[in-house]
C-alpha cells in the first residue's frame, strides 16, 4: 500500500531532478537565441558559434586548457596505474597509509592545496605558467585517477598473473601481455575523467597559471565578471555536449565506481 | 592475498615496489604535504612589498583575521555552508529514496540524470543561474505570468542568487553517498515496518534514515567544507558582497597580495576542515557502535 506522502516525495524528487535541468536546457536554448540580450528570446540564430569560432582570445584560451588537460590526465593515469599495482605489493598497513595520503587531497578545499602550491612555486622562484599549471591539475585530478584504477586492479584476479609468470613471462611481459589489456577499460575512464576535470577547473589554475596561460574557465570568469553574452551560452552549449560525450565514453559503470564507490550493482 | 616472496628477491622486490609508487608517492609528498606545511610557515611570516614572505615569527597575521570585517565573514561562510548541507542533505534523501524505489532498469536511468548535471562544467551552472534570474528572464515572465511579481525583478545579484547557485552546485554530490547507502536495503523492510503498522513518518525515522545515516554524513561533510572555499558562485550570482572564506583567500593573495596573511586564512580553513572532520568522524564511530 503506497501512502500518500509517497507520492508527494517523489513528485519532489522529480521536481528536484527537473530542478537540475531547468538551468543546462535554458543555456543551450539562449545559446540560439537572436538578441543581444541574453534572456529575452528574440528568434533562432546560429550567430552565436560564428562569433565563437573567430573569437581568438578564448580559442587560445581552449588551446592551453587542452593541452593542460592531456597533460595532467595522461600524467595522473600514469601514476595511478603505477600506485596501484605498487600498492598491490604493500603489506595491507602500508597500503592504507599510502592510500590515505593518496586520497588526502579528496578531503582538503581544493582552495588550500591552490595556495600551498603557490607558496613552493613562490619559494622555488618558479615562474608560472604550464608547467606548473599541469602539476597544480595533477594533485587535482591523482586521487580520481587512483580511485578508478585501484578499485579495477583489485578487482583482478591476482592467479592470472601468476599463471602468465608459471607459463614463462616475466614480470614486464605479464604486466604487458596480461594486466594492461585487463585494465584498459579503467585507464580510459579515469583518463577522461581526469581530462574533464582539469578541463572545467577554475580553482586551482586560478593560483597556478601565469602570462599567456590564461584557461578557458578563467578566461570565461573574467568575461562573466563583466556580464553574460550569448556567445559565453553557446560555448556553454558546446560544454554540455562535451560533458555528454565524455560520460558516454567512461560508460556507467565506472561512474558507479568513482560516484558511489564499491562495484555492487543494485539490487 | 599474494604469498610472501622468497627471501633472496626479496631487495629486488623492494625496489620495484618503491619505484612503482615514486611517482604517485612524490607528487602527494611534493605537491601536498610540504606545500600544506609551507602554508603554515607562511602563516607567521611578515610579508614584503612584493607579494611574498621575508620569513620570520610572528602572530601578527592570525590577529588581523580577528578583525569585525574577517570575522563576519567566516560567520557568514559556516552559516551558509551549514545551510547549503541542510538543504542538500534533505533534497539529496528525498531523491535517493525516490531512486531506490524504482525498479532496478529505471534506477540506472535517474543515476545517469544526476551524473549529466554533475559532470557539466561548473562555471557552465553557475552562469546558467544569470539566464534564468535575470529581470524579464525565463524565471521572472513565469512569476509575471502567474502574478507573482509585476514587471523586472532584481533578482541577481543577491544573496538569494547566491545561495541557490550554490544549492545547484552541490545538490548532485550530495545525492550518491545517500543513494550508496540506501540503494543495499531490502524493499521488503520498509513493506514490513508499514505492514506492522508503522506510518509513514516512522518507517523513515526508524527504518531508513537510521541506515542512510553513513551516506548522509558522507553527504554532509562533501557539501559542508567544499562550500567554504567556494569563491566564483559569491562572485558571479552574490556581486561579491557577501563573501565565503574562499572569496577572502583569493582577494588577500590576488588583490592585497599579503601572501602571510592569505595563508593564514587557509589554515583556519583547515583547521575549520579538521574540526569538521572529527565530529564527524566521531558522529560516524558513535553510529557504527550504537549499530554493531
Known sequence: MKSALDTVTAWLARGVIAFLYVPIVVVVVLSFNDSDITYKWAGFTTRWYGELARDTELLDALRVSAEVALLSATLATGCGLLAAMGMARLRPRWRAVFSGGLFLPLVIPEIVLGVALLSVFGSLHAGLGLTTLVLGHLVVTLPYAALIILGAHGALDPALEEAATDLGCNTWQAFRRVTLPLLRQALLAAWLLCFTISFGNIVMSTFTNGVGTTTLPLRVYSLLKVGLTPEINALGTLLVLFTFLIILGVGLRQMRRVLLGGDRTPQ | ????????????????????????????????????????????????????????????????????????????????????????????????????????????????????????????????????????????????????????????????????????????????????????????????????????????????????????????????????????????????????????????YTEFRNQPMGAAASVVLLVLMLVSLAVFGTAARRLRRKTA
Open chain 2, 1 to 252: 592475498m599474494t604469498a610472501p616472496p622468497p627471501a633472496g628477491a626479496g631487495a629486488r622486490r623492494g625496489f620495484l615496489t618503491a619505484a612503482l609508487l615514486a611517482p604517485a608517492g612524490l607528487t602527494v609528498a611534493g605537491l601536498v604535504l610540504v606545500p600544506l606545511l609551507l602554508v603554515v610557515r607562511d602563516s607567521f611570516a611578515t610579508p614584503d612589498l612584493y607579494g611574498g614572505t621575508k620569513g620570520g615569527f610572528t602572530l601578527a597575521n592570525y590577529r588581523s583575521l580577528f578583525d569585525p570585517v574577517y570575522l563576519k565573514v567566516f560567520g557568514y561562510s559556516l552559516g551558509m555552508a551549514a545551510l547549503n548541507a541542510a538543504v542538500c542533505l534533505l533534497l539529496g534523501y528525498v531523491v535517493a529514496y525516490y531512486l531506490v524505489s524504482r525498479a532496478p532498469q529505471r534506477q540506472m536511468l535517474l543515476l545517469l540524470l544526476i551524473i549529466v548535471p554533475f559532470w557539466t562544467d561548473f562555471l557552465v551552472r553557475t552562469f546558467a543561474w544569470i539566464n534564468l534570474l535575470s529581470p524579464g528572464g525565463p524565471v521572472n515572465s513565469l512569476t509575471d505570468a502567474v502574478g507573482l511579481t509585476h514587471g523586472p525583478a532584481q533578482w541577481i545579484p543577491s544573496q538569494g542568487a547566491s545561495f541557490v547557485g550554490l544549492v545547484y552546485a552541490f545538490l548532485p554530490t550530495a545525492v550518491f553517498p545517500v543513494y550508496a547507502s540506501l540503494r543495499g536495503v531490502d524493499p521488503a523492510l520498509g513493506e514490513a515496518a508499514r505492514d506492522l503498522g508503522c506510518g509513514w513518518w516512522r518507517v523513515h525515522t526508524k527504518v531508513l534514515l537510521p541506515i542512510a545515516r553513513p551516506g548522509l554524513l558522507a553527504a554532509a561533510l562533501l557539501t559542508f567544507i567544499p562550500t567554504l572555499g567556494v569563491f566564483v558562485i559569491p562572485v558571479l550570482l552574490g556581486g561579491g558582497k557577501n563573501q565565503l572564506v574562499g572569496n577572502l583567500i583569493v582577494t588577500l
